[in-house]
């Protein structure tokens, strides 16, 4: 089996694991503050990975300007990218979270046609970024009055806040990661940065440490750290490393499905045609969008 078929593989598996991430965030946020959630799951996740990588013998020190690279893709992704998705879902449900982050493919598409300034916007982006954001609003259907709530605006602003940060960090790792390191390291380099600027965000948002200890909320952190963030965003580097940043994000496909399923059974989401026609619709619109980005 090649390191391509591989890649594809891994791609699988990250659309499962962090389709269950957002039930597991949305029990562990009513017993910890959200970004010393973060704090705890990322730093912890990024130490698990150092050390694992010096027992097999991965370890490499790549040097200081890399490591710098990797630190600041570290905090778009996980700081930025999971910091602010896991303090929106303390206002909204895992399931509009999840189809909020079914738009990073089109927000990284936006980005390098940005970055690299020589690629040219399609009719098939077009259209895909419209429907895209009108399938989001399909998803809204029964929910506009809740616009009225500020916590339920300032929930959707950080569910997007994220998918922003999180397409960047996604360019910059794309970027940034050197196929001589091993995927192993980078993830390592990039989730302890991205956890210690979560407790950092701590110190500074969140309004108190204090922990609501139970069993749910602290089998939910040991899954996120080990299952959700070492597990699979060593994967995601590995994925990186052999696919495009376009592609190494179509598991927001499947994301979202698997979210919303687990919402509503475990959580008491809701769950209608609204909302399914709304998720399709968006989807749609991601494959358009990285369609045209490939043409």
């Not at 600041?72 to 999840?98: D, E």
């Not at 493919?105 to 098939?124: C, D, S």
């Not at 060593?234 to 496909?253: E, Q």
């Not at 989401?269 to 045209?292: D, Q, R």
Request: hydrophobic letters at 50%; a positive charge; aromatic letters at 14%.
């Amino acid at each position: 089996m090649n390191n391509h078929t591989r890649a594809y593989l891994a791609l699988a598996a990250i659309c499962i694991i962090w389709g269950t991430t957002y039930t597991a965030i949305k029990y562990a946020v009513r017993d910890f503050p959200p970004f010393l959630l973060v704090g705890i799951r990322q730093t912890a996740a990024g130490l698990l990975l150092i050390g694992w990588s010096i027992a097999v013998g991965k370890w490499t020190w790549p040097g200081a300007v890399y490591v710098r690279r990797q630190a600041l893709t570290g905090i778009f992704t996980i700081t930025g990218g999971n910091g602010f998705i896991t303090w929106g879902m303390q206002y909204v449900s895992s399931g509009l979270a999840s189809i909020i982050g079914s738009l990073t493919p089109v927000v990284v598409v936006m980005i390098n046609l940005f970055w690299q300034g020589t690629e040219k916007i399609n009719a098939r982006i077009v259209a895909g970024v419209l429907l895209g954001f009108g399938g989001l609003a399909l998803v809204f259907h029964d929910g506009w009055a809740d616009f009225a709530q500020s916590e339920y605006r300032w929930g959707i602003a950080g569910c997007f806040a994220s998918c922003v940060t999180w397409s960047l960090g996604t360019v910059m790792a794309k970027r940034y990661n050197s196929h001589d390191v091993s995927p192993l390291v980078n993830a390592g380099f990039q989730i302890l940065a991205g956890g210690l600027g979560g407790i950092v965000m701590s110190l500074l948002f969140d309004p108190t440490w204090k922990i609501n200890h139970s069993t749910e909320g602290w089998i939910s952190v040991v899954y996120l750290a080990t299952i959700g963030s070492a597990l699979a965003f060593t994967l995601y580097m590995f994925v990186l490393k052999h696919l495009s940043a376009t592609v190494s994000s179509l598991y927001t496909y499947i994301n979202p499905i698997i979210a919303i399923l687990l919402g509503w059974l475990f959580l008491g989401e809701l769950l209608n045609i609204w909302i399914a026609i709304g998720m399709a619709v968006t989807i749609v619109g991601v494959w358009l969008v990285n369609s045209g980005h490939r043409r």
